[in-house]
């Protein structure tokens, strides 16, 4: 399994940007995805999770209605949707495969990451 981040970039606060997950393998359709972010210094965290059929999504409080996540199982594509994004949401964005189904929301539920993409807002 490879997954392959992109649609980072630098932005000014109060703008969008779309984040892509493409994957290879066969079996992106049958395990929860996740986006999670981590900024210079500090720990790795949950941005937002969606269930292998996509009828099950989550988001941190930090980002909830700004962001929206959705994946496409045909192109095997995960997708982050990021508007109104202020100087906090710096950082490298990260795409994950889950281990199950169902999404979760802790890093230890992931066992495939994607290199990283790096997102810049200034103020």
């Known amino acids: 399994v490879q997954l392959q981040a992109s649609g980072g970039g630098l932005v000014q606060a109060g703008g969008s940007l779309r984040l892509s997950c493409a994957a290879s393998g066969s079996t992106f359709s049958s395990r929860a995805m996740g986006w999670f972010r981590q900024a210079p210094g500090k720990e790795r965290e949950f941005v937002s999770g969606?269930?292998?059929?996509?009828?099950?999504?989550g988001y941190a409080d930090s980002v909830k209605g700004r962001f929206t996540i959705s994946r496409d199982n045909a192109k095997n594509t995960l997708y982050l949707q990021m508007n109104s994004l202020k100087p906090e949401d710096t950082a490298v964005y990260y795409c994950a495969r889950g281990r199950t189904l169902t999404m979760h929301t802790t890093v230890a539920e992931y066992n495939y990451w994607g290199q990283g993409t790096q997102v810049t807002v200034s103020s």
């Open positions: 969606i269930s292998w059929s996509g009828g099950t999504t």
